[in-house]
Structures are given as structure tokens and as C-alpha cells.
């Protein structure tokens, strides 16, 4: 007996060693911003008093309100099944939300909640993109890291438009015109950006929706998971602008957003996407598509969802104004940095600044930066900052590095004493 179970032991083990895994997805890059984030919780529990600006979560707790409604959610027996895309009532009240605050004319059916904003994403890339059809999506760089990893996931080609800190990360909308082919499927906008903590001016804004209304074939996947973290106080009149709401661009616009950043709700996993475009099928077909993967997100979350929309605009005010002041001085400390060149951020909590100026130059610790990468492995190990490096938020950013400023003051203050004596120190 003990012999067969060790036999069928052996079988498993030599099956597991053999199992074929989807070239699709082991050529598909891990997600930096995790990776960092990983690492630096690593060296802390480790006991190395490392400053984490790798990751874009905010510090904050979820407000009160928020999790008691949740909490009673629960207490009330919400723990069914729910509608795939959410219950009529949260999509109601994000339906309504989109109308008033971003001028975009959708209902509840063109709504569902998903699993973050991440999700929408994958979804809308796995709902407009076709294997094998050479399909195109456009992407403006400096990007978020996962975009490209899931337009290739789901077998599009990721043509890149890139920006550097010298064109202060606008976009280049002559560049992006150029760039449209017949095979293009889609464009991702993300303004606020991350990881450049840039919002796109009105005019530039205006002039790109006035492109892409000409080009009627191209979908536009709008994220707008930044859209409260806007500061005046660092440019005076800054908007967020929504292209579904321009009446030539709503019918093929896809607006995502999500709870993680402007309520302080990263683990609670929730986004959203709404799409009005072709009578609601669009909309209707991703809820197909959600319902095989995941289903709903959980049934007690949806009423905390709906209390943060309704009540939770003077919690996101209040941490707009220390990220605000949090952009102010973590522009101040950078650009009193040698060798290092940044824009001020006006939205997010990312400065992106480049750091080509280090390149070639030895640490301290005698290690030779020849990336950013190399740049951000060597500040860890011999500053314990941590910081994203550059090269997966784009072709134009290999030389940059992601600071993300959602940690208090003092740690800012900290962590950019750090980096200024890490850089002084190369030779
Ligand atoms: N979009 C952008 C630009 C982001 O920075 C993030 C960060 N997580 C997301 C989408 C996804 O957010 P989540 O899945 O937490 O809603
Ligand atoms: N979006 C955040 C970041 O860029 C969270 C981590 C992630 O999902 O990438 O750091």
C-alpha cells in the first residue's frame, strides 16, 4: 500500500515537471510595481528600515462610513450571489455619477463592477481584441505598467507614443495621429497618468478628441482611476476631462475607473467599467465575458460602494489635499537633486523623474548604473529606498524612475534625503 502511494506520488511529481505552460503567458512580464512593492515588504519584515515609494496605494484608511456600511451589508445577510454586473442599485449610482460629474450620458445597464479597475481593463482588451488579426492598440507612454502585458495577453501589438520629462509628458497628438493605421483597435488614456502624475491640459485634450473623432474605427479606453487627485495649488484651472463625453467620441468610448485610489479602497477590489456605445452591446457582452471569469465582486461591497459615491466627497477632498501638499514638496526635494530632472505633479501620487544623468557613474558600494533598473536595485540595497524602475512603463522611460508619494511627510522628507545622498555619493 505505502509502496503504490509513493508510486503514484513519484507519477505526480514527474507530470507537474512536465506541465506545459502557455508561452502566452510565461513570456508575459510580472508587474513591477508589485515586484517593488514585494521586495521592499520583504527587506521591512526582514527588520531593514526601508522607505517604500513603490507602490501607488495611498496610506490612508478606508473611511469609517465606508466599512460600516459594508459591515452592515453583511450583518444583513448579504451573502448571496449577486447579478453579475452588480446590483441595479450600485450601477444606478455609478450610471449617475459618470452623467453628473463627467458630462457622460449612460445608464445602469452600460455598467458593470468589477474586480479593480484592473479587470475592466483585461476585459475590455479581451472584448475588442481579435488573435491573429494584427489588431493595434495605441498607447501614449510613459504607461501604467499592465497595460501592455494585456493588450499582448489578449493578441494585440502595443504601438507605443512615447513623451519624455522634456515635453513635461504631453501628449504628442500629431505623434499619436500618425500612428492610427486601419488596424487600429484602440487607444488607452490615462490622465491623470501614472506613473507621471501629469494631467493632460484641456487644450491638448481637445485637440486629441478632435484627432480621434476623425478616425471612427478607433475605440477609446478611457482610465480614469485619477480623476480626483487633481492640484491646483501646483496649476492653477487643472480639469480632468472624459472623452465619453464628447458627443463624437461617446458611442466607442469605454470609461474605467475604480474605488482603490480616490477612497482609499485598494483591497477591496473594486472598478468599474461603463460603455454605451452600440446600443449597450458592448456593455453587454463584457457581462457575458464576467460572468464565465469571475462573476460578480462580493454582494456586501456593493452598499459601501454606494455610500462612497453618495457620502464620501468631503474623506476624498481631505486626501486630495495631503497628496496636494505631499506633490508640492516632493517636487520641491527632487529638483533640489542633482543630475535628476522632474515635472511638477499636478494629479496621482507619482513623480517620474530621469535619472539619465547618473547613467555610467559608480555607487558607493562600487555597482555601475547602466539603467534604471540598475539605478533602483543599487538604492535599495544601499539606501533602502525603494522606487519602480523605469523600463516597463515604456520604450521612453528606460531611464526614469517612478517615486510614488502616498506615504506621509516625514517619509518623504526622509526617503528624498536618501536618494539626494545616494546620488551625490556616485562617482
Ligand atoms: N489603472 C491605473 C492607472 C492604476 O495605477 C491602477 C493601480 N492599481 C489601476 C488601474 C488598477 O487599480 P485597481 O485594480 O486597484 O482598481
Ligand atoms: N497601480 C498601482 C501602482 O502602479 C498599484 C499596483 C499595481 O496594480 O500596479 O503601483
Redesign the pocket.
Known sequence: MACRVACRGFRIARYLSHMRISPVVANMKE?A??AV?AKAAAMKAAGKPVIGFG???PDFDTPTHIRDAAKKALDQGMTRYAPTPGDKTVRAAIAHKLHHENGIACTAEHVTLTTGA?HSIAMAMQALLQFGAGDEVILPTPA???YKPLIELYGGTCVEVGSTVDQGFLLDVSAIEKAISPRTRAIILNSPS?PCGVVQPRATMEALFHVLARHEHVAIVSDEIYEKLLYPEVSAGVVHMSPGADPRLAQRTITINGMSKAYAMTGWRVGYLAAPGSNGQFAKEVIKLQGQLTNSIPTFIMPAVVEALTNGHAGVQCMRQAFAARAQLTCRLLSDIPRLRTTPSNGAFYSFPCVKECMGLRTAAGRTLDSAQAFSEALLEESLVAV?PGEDFGACARTNIRV?FACAEPLIVEGLARLKLFVQGLR
Open positions: 508587474s510595481t508589485l512593492a507602490v501607488g496605494e484592473k501604467w505598467v499592465s501614472n519602480v510614488s
